[in-house]
């Protein structure tokens, strides 16, 4: 068997093994540990990381790891599996999104990889700040171990379970044949997890690049390290929901079976229930409010909408309505998340939708304009 060695943890066959990363020196003489878990067979195969929480409010995955990593797993494992319970230990403790030494999106700070652009004239490249620098180190730890990686979260409060496939990009006709058969692979373990048949692409090419989604953990697997990889986003942040954290474990075994690592028989999802769309979806921050106001919702999560259906009500802060008095979609689609803020401010949406995706999973890495 492969030994594996993250931290303070080293694989055994046939045992569960546990440890920490030593990941940030803090101010007050101690250190931020991550912590890593290791689940190892007594039969050679993969090694598939999951990894949860870097979103420090995103509790769900941290719940679905500690069901899934079991000793009775170990008995029927073939390979290793490593799971992270919080990429984000500082953030879990205080609540919060961010880590208390960063104030930004802990999940656009992994390595640019082949889409750095190296620019002698900036060094500000040249210093890392401090999640990178515990991004890099993780990073570095995929990139030696890694064969398969889930990354665990969650959306927001009014959020329908959904799993994301990422776009993935090529340079050069040369490169696109495997990028294709790395999209593939993805789609496969994406159709394994499930999630009650909700699945949806993620935000066209040039959007995915501008908001850094290929500098995410998932996204910098797959995109740089070009290792099969996706994101899975379980309803609702900041609570545990017991039927999700059990639809979830048996989707998560789902995909350990996809990647040959489990004989046992796959398990149907009852715990909860998605749409399933008649073609692909893809995420789309719509409709936009015209106005400053305050809002309340007229649709839920998962519902399926019609283009010129009412989503919400607008109102002043005395309660007269301002314009006709609805926002109104503008696309035929899906309710992925709504937002969960009465007040609205001019351009922002209200809710993320899913509309069909008629953009290419498979894109340049430079798009054409």
């Known amino acids: 068997m492969k030994s594996i060695i993250i931290g303070s943890a080293q694989s055994e066959p046939g045992k569960l093994v546990y440890g920490f990363i030593e990941a940030m020196e803090l101010p007050t003489g101690t250190s931020d540990k991550i912590p890593v878990i290791i689940a190892q067979g007594k039969t050679d195969g993969p090694t598939f990381f999951i990894s949860a929480n870097v979103h420090g409010n995103e509790l769900t995955g941290v719940a679905v790891i500690h069901d899934v990593i079991t000793d009775e797993l ?11 319970p919080t990429l984000n230990p500082t953030a879990l403790r205080l609540y ?7 104030d930004a999106d802990p999940n656009r700070q992994f390595p640019e990889g082949r889409f750095a ?16 620098q515990v991004a890099d180190l993780l990073y570095s730890i995929f990139e030696k171990y890694a064969d398969y990686h889930l990354d665990l979260h969650n959306h927001t409060l009014r959020s329908v379970p959904y799993s994301i496939l990422d776009r993935i990009f090529y340079e050069g006709e040369d490169e696109k044949e495997d990028a294709e058969k790395l999209a593939a692979q993805q789609k496969g373990m994406v159709e394994a997890f499930g999630a009650g048949g909700m699945i949806v692409a993620d935000f066209p090419p040039k959007t995915y690049m501008n908001l850094k989604y290929h500098r995410s953990l998932s996204g910098a697997v797959l995109n740089t390290l ?72 007229l649709v839920e999560p998962g519902e399926k909408v019609t283009k010129g259906q009412p989503i919400a009500r607008i109102t002043d802060i005395h309660g007269k309505s301002i314009g006709d008095g609805v926002i109104k ?27 069909k995706d008629e953009f290419d999973m498979v894109a340049p890495q430079k798009p054409k304009k």
Not at 78 to 84: E, M, N, P
Not at 96 to 102: C, K, L, M, T, V
Not at 329 to 355: F, K, N, S, V
């Open 74 to 84: 170990v008995k029927e494992l073939k390979g290793t599996v490593v799971a992270i």
């Open 96 to 102: 919060q999104r961010y880590p208390e030494y960063q």
């Open 117 to 132: 652009k190296p620019d002698e004239d900036d060094e500000d490249p040249k210093f890392l700040k401090p999640y990178e």
């Open 226 to 297: 070009r290792k099969p990889a996706f994101t899975v986003e379980m309803g609702s942040n900041g609570v545990l929901v017991p039927e999700v954290v059990a639809g979830s474990v048996k989707a998560t075994r789902n995909v350990l079976r996809w990647a040959g690592m489990l004989d046992s028989p796959k398990e149907e999802i009852t715990e909860f229930d998605v749409p399933k769309p008649e073609y692909r979806i893809r995420r789309f921050e719509h409709p936009r409010s015209k106005h400053s106001g305050i809002i309340r919702m």
């Open 329 to 355: 979609t503008e696309h035929d689609g899906y309710m992925i998340a709504l937002r969960d803020q009465m007040t609205i401010y001019p351009q922002q949406h209200i809710a993320e939708m899913g509309i």
